[in-house]
Structures are given as C-alpha cells and as structure tokens.
C-alpha cells in the first residue's frame, strides 16, 4: 500500500480508534426520570450519585419535565447509541419506551427499571428495582385504623388511567381498605389526571357528595395538594384528613401545618443505590436479583423531623448521605 493511500485512510482510522473508545471506556449512567422536576426524582438522583461516585462512574441524569415518553424514547435512543455502561429509568409509559429498551438490551446495555415495571419479559441485562404497591397500601389502612376508627367514607382521589402507576396504587388501595377497614365505605375513585387545580374541583365535588367523608387518599402529590386546597378553603382540615402518596415540599410545608395528615413516601434513594449495584454487578457478569420491590414509609407530623426520616427525603446531590 502506497503512502498515498495509508494518508486517504487514516481519518477513517482516528474514528474508528474513537468510537472503540468511547464503547469500551464509558463510565457514563443515563438517569432517565419520568418528571425532572418532581421532588421524588431528585431524591432517586441523590442515591444513584451516591452509589456511582466511589465506582469512578458519572451520572447523565436526565428527563422530561411532566409525563413525556417520547422525550424518554429520545434519550433512550441516544443512551444506547453511545453505548452508555447502563441505563436507569422510570418509565412514563408505553410500548415505544419497551422498543427502544429492547434495543438497548441487544447491544449489551444493562438496563433498570425503577419504581415501576413495563411490558418487557424476562431476559439478560435487565432489572427492575420496583415499588412494593402492598406495603404502601397498608400503611394507608394502618393510618386509617387510628383516625378513622368509625364508620365513613374514603375517596380515593388523582386516578390517572394512563399511568400504570396510579392504576396499580388504585388497586392495592381499594383492596386493602375493603379488607382491612371494612367499617369504612369506598366511594367511586376520581379521576383527576391534570394539574392540582382541577383536582380541587374535583375534591370541591366530593366533600359536598359525601358529608360523611372522613379521608381523601390521594395517589400522588399534585392531588394531595388539590385535596388539601379543598379542605382548607372550607375549614374542614380537622374532620376529613388528607392521606397522599409522595413527598413535596409544598405537601411537606403542610404536614407540618397540620392540614396533610400522612405521607406514603418511596424509598426513592434506596431504587437509584439499588439500581446503580444492579449495573456494576451486570457488567462484571455476576448473578442478581432481576426484581426486587422496596418498601415505603409513613411520614407524620410525629416522625418528620426524625433524622431517619429527613435522611429518607435527602435529594441534594452534594450531600447524599
């Protein structure tokens, strides 16, 4: 070969040494949150930063800022292009999502599903660090025990039908309330999917359905915040009480208050450590446990400023401990 002809070849060989390189040596995490701007996800962050930062591995944490799969998709997509060393999501939702992990799984990529599961079936490379939706559900019907212990009414408020996570809390809630609380009447779930305004409305509706109503269940904060809203407004904070899934700092601010009665809070941090040992220990080709499920806790006025508890809701990154 002339030395004409090694000079035509040797930018190609400059971008072949590149992306050998870049394949072999990443150290780099994509962090998918379903909603960036949540506080829940912050707190997951706060974990995977912990886990990943004595390994010499960085964190490209990313996401939408309300529900978007295609933003997921997208990132998802550009993840396994550059042959990220693994891929951390809670996925939004959809049978896209599943396409573009399944990619990612061809080519080696090991992938965590956190808090909640999609369609994929079982196959190497892939985990899932899940939320026990039992265990949440009888902290609720341990908390109504206490304030409720007389016949009532409970509505279960925020459905969202294109959330498997809502459904599933929905489910495990109205069955562990009917089993566990059978002094207490389930009234008809509300859907409220939108933004905490309409979900005041909707709350409006109901104290003014059901003048026995004695809790709100609410599945995520934003309704939590609407019901609370509600109940304020017509200064009812000391008869119906306000139990919600997930921890914000506007619902936090008002269990301190006294207008939230509970908070169900995932073990978000413990998902993004787990998460994080699932990829080390896939990519050093060790056996693992393809799913486990993480147990909540019960925030209360009473236990918030417990240190267990505000360690629990840490999600600064330049603090994680």
Known sequence: MSAVDLRRLLPFAFVLLAGCSTHAHDRTICAIAENVSQEAFLTERAGILKAASPQGLTVDWNGPDAANPQRQITLIAQATRVRRYGIVVTPAGGAAIDTALENALSRGIPVVLTRDATRLTRQPHLSSVLEDYGAGARLVTERLKKIAPAKGTVVILGVDNYSDNSVQRLGAVESAIRRDCPQLTVARPIEAPFGSGYVQI???????????????????????????????????????????????????????????????????????ERAVANLLTDREGRTYPQKVTLAPILITRDNLNEQATQDWLQFNEDNPS
């Open 202 to 272: 909707a709350a409006e509706h109901a104290l003014k359905r059901y003048p026995d109503l004695v809790s709100f269940v609410t599945l995520n904060a934003r309704s939590g915040l609407g019901a609370e809203t509600a109940i304020e407004d017509r200064g009812m904070e000391h008869r119906v009480a306000v139990i919600s899934f997930d921890a914000s700092l506007p619902l936090l601010l008002r269990l301190r208050r006294g207008y939230v009665d509970a908070i169900v809070s995932q073990n978000m941090r413990g998902m993004g």
